[in-house]
């Protein structure tokens, strides 16, 4: 008995902890973000991981990128725009921020 609650408490604690990566890329997709960005590849936009390492250690790296989702905004990856998506709610904005910069 004792076996079979530690391989279910192990087992609720290992989907605990990589559900959010799960759930953070279902909301990429959800939100159309995917149609122009993907974790490890530039398709129109550059990929997540990318955005990740040009924003790592940056204090404002948050704000400016919620912002870019929100409102849109161009330059930062060269002279392809991205549009707004305002499908996407500023938490929302906020959990697909915090997803993309813990990429390595």
Request: glycine letters at 6%; proline letters at 4%.
């Amino acid at each position: 008995m004792k076996r079979i609650l530690f391989a279910l408490i192990a087992t609720a604690a290992a989907i605990a902890v990589t559900s959010p990566a799960f759930a953070d890329e279902a909301l990429a997709k959800a939100k159309k973000c995917t149609t122009c960005h993907a974790v490890d590849k530039t398709k129109v936009g550059p990929s997540y991981k990318v955005i990740a390492a040009k924003y790592a250690g940056q204090k404002d790296a948050e704000a400016k990128l919620v912002k870019a989702i929100l409102n849109g905004g161009s330059g930062s990856f060269g002279a392809t725009p991205m549009p707004a998506n305002a499908s996407v709610s500023e938490a929302e904005a906020k959990t697909l921020v915090a997803w993309i910069l813990s990429l390595k």
